[in-house]
Structure formats: structure tokens, C-alpha cells
């Protein structure tokens, strides 16, 4: 058969060498706002959580929640030749549990899903990532 992909590459600096990923979640649905689902509590503070969602309407809008404090980092709309996607990130100070949320131009069904990356030396560390590559296709 034929179908649609859109693919987006992120590489950051600052991250855990031997044990970077913490927590994962996906989430999926049918509504005009979508989310990948709660991280739960991070093991440490000082992480950064890296979010994504699609959905599999055309020529809809996808808006990231700016009260989550996340920085969106890509947004490829879709339309006719492509799947919609957005990703989007953050660094959190706390190990508290947070929660990714979009909003579409109307209601789709969606799949989202987020990733925690420990930093590197741990929270005592402090060390922040740095954004070094992205692309989108």
C-alpha cells in the first residue's frame, strides 16, 4: 500500500553516557488537543524531556501548549503529500512528573510520545544541553 511518513532528527549534548534514558510514555486518542501521556516522576532533577505527537488529519494545525513551558523545536503541519508532526522539548529543574499537550485545528486521532534524558554528572551537576543538529523531512 501507500502511506505518508515525516521523520525528524534532534541531537543534543549533555546527557548521561552510560545510562541516559529515565522515563518513556505514549499516549493516543481522539480529540482536538492530544498528549503523549505523563512522565511520572524523573529520577532526578535537571532532565530533559523530549516530546512528539502526530495525527492523521491533513491541513491541521498543531500548537503546543505554551503553559507547559516546553520550547517547540519543529512543526511540519502536514497537508496533503505528508503526515503532520511536532516535537518539542524542555529542562526541568524538579523531578516532578509533567505532561506534554498539543492543540490541532480540530479533532484527530493522535499518538504522542515523550522521552526523559538524565544530564550528564547527574542533577548535582547541573550541566545544561545544548541543541546541536535538527532536521525535519
Excluded at 519543529?74 to 511536532?86: D, R, V
Amino acid at each position: 500500500g501507500t502511506g505518508d511518513i515525516t521523520c525528524s532528527v534532534a541531537e543534543f549534548s549533555g546527557a548521561d553516557t552510560s545510562t541516559p534514558l529515565d522515563k518513556t510514555n505514549t499516549a493516543t486518542g481522539t480529540s482536538a488537543t492530544g498528549s503523549a501521556g505523563a512522565t511520572g516522576t524523573l529520577s532526578q532533577a535537571d532532565e530533559m524531556i523530549f516530546a512528539a505527537i502526530s495525527h492523521d488529519g491533513s491541513d491541521t494545525t498543531i500548537a503546543e501548549d505554551a503553559a507547559d513551558g516546553f520550547t517547540l523545536m519543529q512543526e511540519a503541519e502536514g497537508g496533503t503529500s505528508n503526515m503532520p508532526l511536532a516535537t518539542q522539548y524542555k529542562i526541568v529543574a524538579a523531578d516532578t512528573d509533567t505532561t506534554p499537550n498539543w492543540t490541532f485545528g480540530a479533532s484527530r486521532n493522535f499518538a504522542g510520545h515523550v522521552g526523559t534524558f538524565k544530564a550528564s554528572g547527574g542533577a548535582a551537576n547541573k550541566r545544561r544541553y545544548t541543541l546541536t543538529t535538527l532536521g525535519v523531512g
